[in-house]
């Protein structure tokens, strides 16, 4: 309990979470502070480039191993599992219609990113190390359920999920399922970070410390500017957040706690570290609005979008790096014990 | 014999229905556009701005001048992606236009 708590504390005190909490804070005095939105979408291709150039490099750097693989095995399962789950609460205890319950759970299906790091660099501040593969777990676990999600949405959606009629379309794959699926699988985010994967992989230690100055030290400072911005926009959608109910608040919580807990025994059972099961407790929690929302707004055009991306940013995104990542690491390493 | 009038279609769009909305304006047989990539403003669907991290809450505006024709049917194929993308779409009738290629081929839907 006391290194739990002495978690959070450190948690809740790095910079990381006091950026994002002035933001919020500042967007709750209605203060007229702005990251401009260009500069945002450049903040955030900079993070997936920093991540996935480091990942690959780290992967190379440790070579592949039966760990790696039943890990990535592992990282898949879960991406398609955990929508499932989602969706089963969603239109089971919640009743919320099918679409919508398919577009939320594939949020929940798919990572963050921003947790992900902000997980790691609390890691690092305990000394806690992990296998390097994480990152490209990570990158792997992306997909998956935005994709399950979505299939799980038009299994169980009466209505029209898709096609303007007309029959102009042919080839099996309809287009807004094929738009759908290139975005998920070559949006910005994810050909930025499995790109940067590949390069750091290929250029591996060379490339590490010609790009050092780049992706390394710079890395925390621009997460903050980032994590600011993400404070900005959760503050000043607070009224949307309080909109989405009682059932749906508690759903952006619970998940990720039943995900967490899932990642930290899966990773555990699988034979990961401490931290490389923290992590990977971090990524069934977390849920995406990077990368998700586009590809389900193609594929799900009847689903809410405000909803999925407030619970995600507003409620989820702030608990995991809150609460949820020294409950994460606490519950792996009191099941590595 | 009198000259086809010309029309204005100012369409906005949620973003990422951007590709597809451009997609029906060519068929339409339109033989240009003019993009402005982000909007923001009220309607329908809430409040609906730029989130910089993701599109899928951005606006684009994009505006259309063809012969009533074309006008029309790129109205009307837009039109049915905005049963279901938030947006808004007006035709107005153009008074003066300079600049416009009337020389291409056009397809009416």
């Not at chain 1, 592992?74 to 009743?95: D, K, N």
């Not at chain 1, 997980?119 to 994709?147: C, D, K, N, W, Y």
């Not at chain 1, 699988?185 to 050909?191: V, W």
């Not at chain 2, 339409?28 to 730029?50: E, L, N, W």
Request: hydrophobic share 50%.
């Amino acid at each position: 309990m006391h290194d739990f708590l002495s978690t959070a504390v450190g948690t809740l005190l790095s910079p990381l979470i006091l950026f994002f909490v002035l933001g919020f804070a500042a967007a709750l005095v209605r203060s007229d502070l702005e990251v401009p939105k260009d500069v945002t979408a450049a903040l955030s291709l900079y993070l997936m480039l920093a991540i996935g150039f480091k990942g690959g490099e780290e992967l190379v750097r440790e070579g592949l191993s039966a760990l790696l693989l039943i890990t990535a095995g592992a990282g898949l399962v879960l991406g398609l599992i955990l929508p499932v789950i989602a969706f089963v609460i969603l239109t089971r205890l919640g009743r919320i219609d099918p679409v919508n319950a398919g577009a939320i759970a594939s949020h929940y299906g798919s990572i963050s990113v921003v947790t992900f790091v902000t997980a790691q660099g609390m890691l690092a501040r305990l000394g806690l190390s992990h296998e390097g593969f994480m990152t490209a777990v990570m990158a792997l676990m992306e997909s998956p359920g935005v994709i399950s999600g979505i299939l799980l949405a038009r299994l169980f959606s009466s209505r029209r999920t898709g096609d303007p009629a007309g029959g102009r379309w042919s080839g099996a794959v309809p287009p807004r399922t094929r738009a759908a699926l290139r975005e998920t699988l070559f949006g910005a985010a994810p050909t930025v970070l499995l790109g940067s994967l590949v390069i750091g992989a290929v250029t591996g230690e060379k490339g590490m410390s010609m790009m050092k100055p780049f992706i390394i030290e710079p890395f925390q400072g621009v997460l903050c500017l980032f994590l600011l911005d993400m404070g900005l926009t959760a503050g000043r959608r607070l009224g949307d957040f309080l909109q989405v109910g009682r059932f749906l608040g508690l759903f952006g919580i619970v998940v990720p706690l039943l995900g967490g807990g899932l990642g930290a025994l899966t990773g555990t059972l699988i034979g990961l570290s401490v931290g490389g099961a923290t992590l990977l407790a971090v990524l069934a929690a977390s849920a995406s609005y990077i990368a998700a929302p586009a590809a389900v707004r193609l594929a799900l055009p009847q689903a809410n979008p405000g909803l999925a991306i407030t619970l995600s940013l507003g409620i989820t995104f702030p608990f995991n790096i809150v609460f949820g990542i020294p409950l994460y690491h606490a519950l792996a390493s009191w099941l590595g014990r | 014999m009198g000259e086809e009038p010309v029309k204005r279609v100012e369409i906005i769009l949620e973003a990422v229905a951007l590709p597809e909305a451009l997609e029906v304006i060519s068929r339409a047989g339109a033989t240009g556009y003019t993009i402005i990539p982000q909007v923001h403003g009220k309607g329908r669907r809430g409040v609906r701005s730029d989130l910089g991290f993701s599109e899928v809450m951005r606006n684009a505006m994009i505006i259309v001048v063809a012969p009533a024709g074309v006008a029309e049917s790129v109205a009307a194929g837009v039109g049915r992606l905005l049963e279901e993308y938030a947006g808004l779409l007006t035709v107005v009738t153009v008074e003066h236009c300079v600049g416009l290629d009337q020389q291409s081929p056009r397809r009416n839907a």
